[in-house]
């Protein structure tokens, strides 16, 4: 098999594994399923644009892809219940909370062995999800801040968002507004502006601010040509009437 094929077969294993994970984990930062598939978007976006990349850099950053597919492979494992056996060379858990913590111990191993790697700084990421996930919002809101000032603006712009859901989930609302509005300003491929004013809005919804909401759907609907988007805050305005 000639060397291009091998590098595109992993690659394209990485990217599938990857989203499949980044997509589950998604749910801790919103509150609703309308808002969870644009804020999973983000991440499939970030994650298309910047793997391939990776196993072309060096090294260390093709030995860290490799253990990231391991990392979010058990992201994705299967729960069983309790009181069964788990079964031989079939990775499993008995709780998302066993699960998550596994994976985390992972991702931090990444982030330790190879901490100057594009790999590592997704590995940053997912550590910060899955520490909010586990309540350990001081540490995952540590994990977002540094995915933020990397240089890839497309990393550090969905770090951004997901550190904007966090704020807002745990009554920072201004700081969390702040946030929004940037990546309104300064939309990037992975984080685009409607992405970012459906989150904002969905925070002025529940922090009852109703009128900064409709505001917002009203907007979404007048810029974007897209159904998606539309159909969104089309459904939204309809709840706050």
Not at 81 to 94: C, G, I, L, N, R
Not at 141 to 157: C, W
Request: charged share 20%; glycine share 4%; aromatic share 6%.
């Amino acid at each position: 098999m000639r060397a291009e094929t091998r590098h595109q077969l992993k690659q394209d294993a990485f990217s599938r594994v990857t989203i499949g994970a980044a997509e589950k984990t998604a749910h801790w930062s919103v509150a609703h399923r309308s808002t969870l598939a644009i804020a999973a978007v983000a991440v499939v976006v970030i994650v298309a644009a910047v793997a391939g990349g990776w196993y072309y850099l060096s090294a260390q950053d093709e030995k860290a892809s490799l253990e990231m597919l391991q990392a979010v492979r058990t992201l994705e494992a299967q729960l069983r219940p309790a009181e069964t056996p788990a079964q031989p060379d079939v990775p499993s858990f008995t709780s998302a909370k066993e699960r998550s913590e596994a994976a985390k111990k992972q991702f931090q191993a990444i982030v330790d062995k190879y901490p100057h790697t594009r790999t590592a700084d997704m590995a940053r990421y997912f550590l910060g999800v899955t520490s909010a996930t586990a309540g350990d919002n001081v540490a995952a809101e540590s994990s977002f801040k540094a995915v933020a000032s990397t240089g890839n603006k497309e990393l550090a712009s969905v770090a951004r968002l997901a550190l904007a859901a966090l704020h807002g989930n745990t009554n920072r609302t201004k700081d969390a507004v702040a946030l929004y509005q940037d990546l309104i300003n300064h939309p990037t491929a992975s984080v685009s502006k409607a992405t970012a004013q459906l989150q904002l809005a969905e925070l002025y919804q529940t922090s009852n601010q109703p009128l900064d909401a409709k505001r917002i759907y009203e907007q979404i609907k007048k810029d974007n040509p897209g159904p998606e988007a539309v159909q969104i805050a089309t459904q939204k305005l309809t709840e706050l009437k």
